[in-house]
């Protein structure tokens, strides 16, 4: 937690450098020769005749040394919350090894040199130390720092999307926008508005096979700024289809006007099929940077307020266009904010027992098909579910399930987690 403050205070990218660079070889220069006589096997007593002897000059910062030393736990735990907080895990949603934006050169020069030092600290316990946890989490930082800048990564994307055929939903062969099995959700949103067109109707093609994931797509049509497909899970005993129109918008006091526009498919598709159970889906992206005020991504969570506005104008108007929202069938909307380099951010609405359109908090900063997969609604109506963000990336989900008191006795919490 002070850790947390320290960084929340940083005014800008040079002092977190200067501190971090600081604190950090604080600690290397106290733990060096102790790390040093554990690689060298030199026994403890041996070390601390040697520090004596080299600092018999001032032999109050020798048991200052020492006296630090001993404190070793805390210390260890220290620097690791700071090469957590390094890549925004603390507070942020966002794995400490996850970091889609930053790359070695982008780490300052000191920083990660002394993270570099870090992870070459010894394996071995020993009497003199054990850094172990420490160490491998720095190495885990090192190697997790992608080798290609966000554009980069975007380039690569844009070729895989130039080189889909036409219709290229319909066959069942995974699409692209994912790497080894992590859907890359911040390239595919940006390259939803591309400006080739080839790449944006591509880009379109495979956001929605992963939307729709694991139901498949038919009669997929794709329009300029929006896109209308239908989806089914194929069962045996024939299909159960649900719609969906999907709008690109680039700012949210355009929402109500296309609503109005191109609600009507959805209306038409709905009365055909006869059904009054609202099935059909509504998928609003909000342009390539939903919130271009916000210039500091150092947190995924930087974004909380112009957020809470967004997301209170939205539903304002899902209120208002209640009608027609019923008559198209809908009975899902999402909302996606992208805020490149960054996961977009995620709200999903639902009907309440009020039948009015709410935001569903348990589907903020999800992918829209967990909550329905990881059958949160279920898991709720029998537990209390806490969800846990710290140490997790975007795509993880870890729960905190309570059960109710039943005669006096409370169960054991149990945790939920899907990686």
Not at 4 to 19: P, R, V, W
Not at 167 to 188: F, R, T
Not at 388 to 406: D, F, G
Request: proline share 5%; net charge negative.
């Amino acid at each position: 937690e002070v850790v947390q403050k320290m960084f929340e205070g940083f005014a800008n990218h040079q002092a977190a450098a200067e501190t971090v660079r600081g604190v950090l070889e604080k600690y290397l220069s106290n733990e060096r020769p102790f790390a040093a006589s554990i690689d060298k096997k030199q026994p403890y007593d041996q070390l601390l005749l040697e520090i004596i002897n080299q600092g018999k000059e001032d032999l109050e910062k020798v048991l200052f040394m020492i006296a630090a030393h001993n404190k070793m736990a805390s210390r260890n735990e220290t620097v690791m919350a700071i090469l957590r907080e390094m890549v925004a895990a603390e507070g942020s949603g966002m794995s400490c090894m996850y970091v889609p934006d930053m790359r070695e050169e982008e780490m300052d020069g000191g920083v990660h040199q002394k993270v570099v030092e870090i992870s070459q600290l010894p394996s071995t316990a020993a009497v003199a130390g054990d850094y172990g946890n420490v160490r491998y989490l720095a190495q885990q930082l090192l190697d997790v720092l992608p080798q290609e800048t966000y554009q980069q990564r975007l380039d690569g994307l844009q070729s895989q999307l130039r080189a889909l055929e036409d219709k290229a939903w319909a066959s069942n062969s995974e699409m692209p926008g994912a790497v080894e099995g992590n859907l890359e959700v911040e390239l595919l949103v940006d390259a939803l508005y591309d400006s080739d067109a080839k790449v944006q109707k591509g880009a379109i093609q495979s956001y929605l096979h992963w939307l729709a994931a694991p139901s498949r797509l038919s009669e997929v049509v794709i329009q300029e700024q929006s896109a209308r497909w239908t989806q089914f899970f194929p069962v045996s005993e024939g299909k159960h289809q649900r719609h969906g129109l999907m709008l690109l918008l680039p700012e949210v006091q355009q929402l109500e006007s296309k609503l109005e526009e191109l609600l009507p498919q959805l209306v038409t598709l709905q009365g055909s099929s006869g059904s009054s159970v609202p099935l059909n889906f509504l998928h609003l992206v909000l342009g390539k940077d939903a919130f271009p005020s916000v210039t500091d991504r150092t947190l995924f969570y930087n974004t909380d307020d112009e957020m809470k506005k967004a997301i209170k104008q939205s539903q304002d108007i899902f209120v208002k266009k209640a009608e027609i929202l019923k008559a198209a069938g809908v009975g899902e909307i999402s909302l996606v904010l992208p805020q490149p380099p960054r996961h977009p951010r995620f709200a999903k609405f639902l009907l309440d027992e009020q039948e009015e359109w709410s935001e569903q908090e348990m589907g903020r900063d999800m992918w829209p098909s967990f909550a329905g997969m990881l059958e949160l609604g279920a898991l709720k109506r029998i537990c209390t579910l806490q969800r846990i963000h710290k140490e997790v990336r975007p795509t993880s989900h870890i729960y905190l399930a309570t059960q109710p008191v039943v005669g006096g006795k409370s169960a054991a919490p149990e945790l939920l987690m899907r990686a």
